[in-house]
């Protein structure tokens, strides 16, 4: 659905801009998957360098890579930014397990550098590509989120599959479940079986580069991503660049169950009770 002609879409409806550059993330995202499957050792550094060259010459006005303080002039005067993770979960490689590859597509304004600090419901596009026995792209426009099996030229295997997250109780899906380290291989598990995900109490998720992109696939699909307290991870700006931000998502019950259990260990009637607390 987000795709241009190269891969198999309409363009979305949000921004005619979109098309050409997740058509460059689809290629670079092949490419990185035959790099990870034959190079020994971490692949971090050669996973960015494919997604430089594929991006290159492509109209994003900045790209805010995420092992970098400031965003990246890309192409001055385009439409869109882009916030990049090209490889996340990488220690997990040698174990057999997934990796993957993060996204965010915002409009660039009058302000490129501020549009990666604005809430993320202000995002074109976003989504994540996981990295295991398949090649997954799923992508979202806020409105569906959908995933295709890439080819090693970037193009689609098969028809799009548009995903909902199932609901608690539904093909086993209830309750938390043992994910990857793989932030993107978690939300696809999550889109795939439903369940609940939570991670960063201390606020260790990047909300630009992770959080707002994982959060916009959920939502997309029917589910809901919170900062675990309640309060949406699309509706949160951010104060700089590499903030992080407790995650919890899944289908819309069970978020909801974790912030009023939440909520019930910080009532006064379960907290401990002495002389200096009554």
């Known amino acids: 659905m987000l795709l241009s002609a190269l891969i198999d879409a309409r363009p979305p409806r949000r921004h005619p801009d979109l098309a050409p550059v997740l058509a460059a993330l689809a290629g670079a995202a092949s490419s990185a998957a035959e790099t990870i499957a034959a190079a020994p050792g971490n692949p971090e550094a050669a996973v960015r360098r494919i997604f430089a060259e594929g991006l290159r010459g492509t109209e994003v006005a900045a790209i805010a890579w995420d092992d970098r303080a400031d965003p990246e002039p890309w192409m001055p005067g385009a439409a869109l930014v882009l916030a990049l993770c090209p490889l996340e979960g990488a220690a997990d490689l040698d174990g057999g397990m997934p990796a993957g590859t993060l996204f965010s597509l915002r409009p660039a304004g009058s302000d490129p550098r501020a549009a990666f600090l604005a809430p993320g419901r ?6 994540f590509v996981t990295y295991g026995p398949r090649t997954l792209l799923t992508l979202s426009d806020g409105t569906a989120t959908t995933t295709r099996v890439l080819d090693s030229r970037g193009r689609t295997v098969r028809p799009p599959v548009l995903l909902r997250v199932p609901e608690a109780g539904s093909r086993g899906g209830a309750g938390a479940q043992a994910f990857p380290l793989s932030l993107a291989a978690a ?92």
């Open 122 to 127: 202000t995002q074109a596009a976003a989504g």
């Open 187 to 278: 939300a696809q598990g999550v889109l795939a079986r439903g369940g609940l995900h939570r991670r960063g109490d201390a606020g260790e998720v990047r909300l630009v580069h992770a959080a707002a992109p994982v959060a916009l696939a959920i939502e997309g699909a029917g589910g809901a991503a919170t900062d675990a307290r309640g309060r949406a991870i699309l509706d949160i700006p951010a104060a700089g660049l590499h903030q992080g931000t407790p995650l919890a998502f899944g289908c819309v019950s069970e978020v909801a169950g974790l912030a009023r259990s939440l909520d019930a260990d910080r009532s006064p009637l379960f907290t401990p009770r002495g002389l200096l607390r009554a």
